[in-house]
């Protein structure tokens, strides 16, 4: 398992990628969040809180405590113990800095980006988007091979990188996930950064939503953070395909002047992998 993010805070983004709240089945749950704008995402939820201890009264709201447990692995997903439906959910991740004053974050500085599976339960009527996104160990995703962010702005290298997901099921490789540009995103570089910002601060405890600012000091004000910045649309088959025992899930976040998505399937196939200019998240269903 992937240990190293044991202190990172564990951030997820709902609705940044046009039509995948309706693909999720989601889009009742978020009725009543009033956006900045239509594109705008709906909200933040915590998937990990590390180290989380109340520290005064004024919490009006305590996490569930299964928040606590470290949910990250490069090479395994762990279904839940229920008999629940549980998609995968091919996203990237963001490897950040945090940083405070006077309590408040001012500045969410991305160093690093790369596959990210926010595996998640599909039950209608959750109380919380985070109900939803740990149940234990091994329940999310994390490539174990990064990509440096030389700047998280127009004009840089992540211009040039796309998304893709499949599923292997008895030695059938599926397209899980649309083939889709980052710059796809609803919000990105700076205008996602000053949001995530802003939500941090000011989300309540409000719908499906959680207080993060509460939470955040609870953690003692972590200095870096897992912000995962929302799942793609599927493709039809991975709209209506949950998990079994014995799947396993590619995620691949690549540079698409460098590799052809035909390229990609065929060396899934092969199980030649690149190495160069890409994030490969393979984990096996257990």
Same mark, same amino acid.
């Given at each position: 398992m992937?240990?190293?993010?044991?202190?990172?805070?564990g951030?997820?983004?709902?609705g940044?990628?046009? &039509?995948?709240?309706?693909q999720?089945?989601?889009?009742?749950?978020?009725? #009543?969040? $009033?956006? /900045?704008?239509e594109?705008?995402? @709906?909200?933040l939820f915590?998937?990990?809180?590390?180290?989380?201890?109340?520290?005064?009264?004024?919490?009006t709201r305590i996490?569930?405590?299964?928040?606590?447990t470290?949910?990250?692995?490069?090479?395994t997903i762990?279904l839940?113990?229920?008999?629940?439906?549980?998609?995968?959910?091919?996203?990237?991740?963001?490897?950040c800095?945090?940083?405070?004053k006077?309590?408040a974050?001012v500045?969410i500085?991305?160093?690093?980006?790369?596959?990210?599976?926010?595996?998640s339960?599909?039950?209608?009527?959750?109380q919380k988007?985070?109900?939803?996104?740990n149940?234990g160990?091994?329940s999310?995703?994390?490539?174990?091979?990064?990509?440096k962010i030389?700047?998280?702005q127009?004009g840089?290298? &992540?211009?040039h990188?796309?998304?893709?997901?499949f599923l292997?099921?008895? #030695?059938? $490789?599926? /397209?899980y996930g649309?083939?889709? @540009?980052?710059?796809?995103?609803s919000y990105?570089y700076?205008?996602l950064?000053?949001?995530?910002?802003n939500?941090?601060?000011?989300?309540k405890?409000?719908g499906p939503?959680?207080?993060l600012?509460?939470?955040i000091t609870?953690?003692?004000?972590?200095?870096?953070a897992?912000?995962?910045?929302?799942a793609t649309?599927?493709t039809?088959y991975?709209?209506?395909?949950f998990l079994?025992?014995?799947?396993e899930?590619f995620?691949?976040?690549?540079?698409?002047?460098?590799?052809?998505?035909?390229?990609?399937?065929?060396a899934?196939q092969?199980?030649?992998?690149p190495?160069?200019?890409?994030?490969?998240?393979h984990?096996k269903?257990?």
């Open positions: 992937q240990e190293k993010y044991k202190d990172f805070l951030l997820g983004i709902a940044n990628f046009a &039509l995948h709240l309706a999720a089945g989601e889009l009742e749950e978020f009725k #009543d969040i $009033i956006t /900045a704008d594109a705008a995402p @709906k909200g915590p998937f990990y809180l590390p180290a989380y201890t109340p520290n005064d009264k004024s919490t996490p569930k405590e299964i928040l606590s470290y949910p990250l692995s490069s090479n762990k839940p113990a229920q008999d629940v439906n549980v998609q995968m959910e091919p996203e990237v991740g963001l490897v800095e945090l940083r405070y006077g309590g974050v500045d500085i991305p160093t690093h980006f790369g596959a990210y599976n926010d595996c339960i599909r039950v209608a009527g959750a988007i985070s109900d939803k996104k149940w160990l091994s999310k995703g994390i490539a174990s091979s990064l990509i030389d700047t998280f127009k840089s290298t &992540l211009d990188y796309s998304i893709c997901s292997k099921r008895d #030695d059938n $490789i599926e /397209a649309e083939n889709v @540009k980052l710059t796809g995103y990105f700076e205008k950064t000053l949001w995530i910002k939500q941090i601060n000011t989300q405890d409000f939503l959680e207080p600012h509460e939470y609870a953690c003692n004000y972590p200095s870096k897992i912000i995962s910045i929302g649309r599927y039809e991975g709209e209506k395909t079994e025992l014995k799947d899930v995620i691949l976040v690549y540079k698409h002047n460098t590799y052809s998505f035909e390229e990609l399937q065929t899934l092969t199980q030649q992998y190495t160069k200019d890409i994030s490969i998240l984990q269903v257990l």
